[in-house]
């Protein structure tokens, strides 16, 4: 019987319903992993004059900006999604419906100031972290922490990572995006609401590290363990094979010192991919505290693109997901 889940971070509601997995055209159509064209990668090492001036890069050895001997390269986006800011502080968007019984504004707007940068995960020509090293992972989501850090005065930083064009890359070559926004989006302050909510109710307790605590307890819906982190199949995955992972120890900000949990993110891509035969299409994202949130606790999403948002997901903001996360998790547990 397909049921009903909430998510307990986030209040979403998510459908289960297995059966729909066998109904025709229910099987995975995973598409041909875009290939780098060494050609044409304006990403690819020696081809840096094809971007926008760096703004960070990591040269072991050394070397002149904007050449190369780097191994992660940060540069603006050159179609940014936000403009920069002139020095002057944004003036607030009026809420619509706040002016009492006087003309609300109907259509309030303001210009979208912050920052997007696009950070280079390596070198050579990978498309996706699996093609890269455990240790060149590492090197990167340490550069992703440095970049959210450069951004701290931002009302919040999303850094979030797309694999395969129908994901929304645009490019082949492994990069993350990063966004630095003058506002705090309704999603993240939803959870914001949550947990401190949470931390209220229950006299000091942190929400996510509650729910760690009682799916290691269960082990049902847990997928790996190592030193620095979990990783597990959240109980209301929104989608097929949604991996969450989470540090062992709560910490708010992604960008504060502590485990990146690199290894255990790599070792999970190569688990997705023995078990569904090639890696498919992904979201990624790093969760972090927006500013001034004083309880919060910083996740990795990792969303595959296995089935197409519908009428129900886009008009209802409600959930389908055909595989139950208690049967994602056993599996990927028995691809180690």
């Excluded at 002149?64 to 001997?69: N, R, V």
């Excluded at 995955?237 to 708010?252: D, K, T, W």
């Amino acid at each position: 019987m397909p049921e009903l889940r909430i998510d307990p971070l986030t209040g979403l509601r998510t459908i289960v319903a297995s059966e729909r997995a066998r109904r025709p055209g229910g099987d995975w159509r995973i598409p041909e992993p875009a290939r780098v064209d060494p050609e044409s990668d304006p990403f690819l090492e020696g081809h840096e004059e094809r971007t926008p001036p760096e703004v960070f890069a990591l040269r072991p050895d050394g070397g002149p900006p904007d050449g190369p001997g780097w191994t992660v390269r940060v540069v603006p986006n050159l179609y940014p999604s936000l403009a920069a800011a002139d020095g002057e502080p944004p003036s607030p968007v009026a809420d619509p419906l706040a002016g009492g019984r006087g003309e609300p504004d109907l259509f309030p707007a303001r210009p979208a100031l912050g920052a997007n940068e696009v950070i280079v995960n390596g070198p050579g020509p990978a498309s996706s972290l699996l093609d890269l090293e455990p240790g060149q992972v590492e090197i990167a989501m340490d550069v992703w922490r440095e970049r959210m850090r450069t951004h701290k005065d931002a009302a919040y930083v999303h850094l979030s990572l797309n694999e395969g064009p129908e994901a929304g890359a645009s490019l082949p070559h492994t990069h993350a995006q990063l966004y630095a926004l003058s506002f705090v989006p309704a999603v993240i302050a939803r959870e914001r609401e949550r947990f401190t909510a949470y931390w209220d109710r229950t006299q000091g307790r942190n929400l996510l590290e509650d729910l760690l605590q009682e799916e290691v307890r269960r082990r049902e819906r847990v997928v790996a363990i190592d030193s620095e982190a979990v990783a597990l199949c959240p109980f209301a995955s929104r989608v097929p094979y949604q991996l969450q992972v989470i540090p062992r120890r709560p910490r708010g900000r992604f960008e504060a010192d502590g485990p990146l949990a690199s290894a255990l993110l790599h070792q999970l891509l190569g688990r997705l991919r023995t078990v569904l035969g090639r890696l498919p299409p992904l979201n990624l994202w790093v969760r972090t505290a927006p500013r001034g949130a004083e309880h919060f606790c910083w996740r990795i999403d990792l969303l595959p693109r296995l089935t197409q948002l519908a009428g129900l997901e886009m008009g209802t903001g409600v959930n389908l997901n055909v595989v139950a996360p208690e049967r994602a998790a056993e599996q990927l547990r028995d691809a180690a």
